[in-house]
């Protein structure tokens, strides 16, 4: 009796998972964008009186994948930060075109070595004329700290923008 027991339970196991692979996998899917235009996302931005919180990202950091699933995208997704911010990722070694804050063409790792972005996570907060209006934040070497000093640099954007600090 227990050996079909333990099968039954490891085939509903096996079933469980499956099943809720899909939704795992969507549900760690990026939500935030990453531009082709700077410019416009900014003049956007500028509209809405609103910051950008850009994440400087590598393809293969892990890390970079924790601050994504445990930080941005939930608050992308939370109607207190869509009130506040807009979110964007910039990948530090692609070579994608992309308009940077004032029009020029570059690349996305381009535009990353142009603010010493290139140790990835890096988050800069920036004003929508593409200044940055707190430190960044490099690295993810302090998960327990690491929201709030994501929600201090936020904060201190959306003064800055609102402000007109």
């Keep these: 009796m227990s050996r079909s027991w333990h099968s039954l339970k490891m085939f509903v196991f096996a079933v469980a998972f499956v099943l809720g692979a899909p939704q795992f996998a969507a549900a760690s899917q990026a939500v935030i964008p ?6 416009a996302f900014a003049a956007q931005a500028a509209k809405e009186k609103k910051p950008l919180v850009v994440l400087f990202e590598a393809e293969d ?6 601050v994504m699933q445990e930080y941005l995208n ?6 207190e930060y869509q009130d506040k911010v807009r979110f964007l990722r910039v990948d ?11 029009g020029q063409s570059t690349t996305q790792a381009d535009f990353a070595r142009s603010f010493r972005a290139q140790l990835t996570p ?5 004003a929508p004329n593409g200044r940055p209006v707190s430190d960044p934040i490099v690295g993810f070497n ?5 929201g709030f000093y994501l929600d201090q640099a936020i904060d201190a954007g959306v003064a800055k923008v609102r402000g007109g600090k």
Excluded: E, N, W
């Excluded at 530090?92 to 004032?102: E, M, Q, R, T, Y």
């Excluded at 890096?122 to 920036?126: E, Q």
């Excluded at 302090?142 to 690491?146: E, G, L, N």
């Design 142 to 146: 302090s998960p327990d700290y690491y």
């Design 122 to 126: 890096t988050v800069i907060v920036f």
């Design 61 to 66: 950091c892990p890390y970079c994948k924790r």
């Design 74 to 79: 939930p608050m992308s997704k939370s109607k």
């Design 92 to 102: 530090v070694g692609s070579k994608a075109a992309l308009k940077d804050f004032h």
């Design 34 to 39: 990453t531009p082709a235009d700077l410019q």
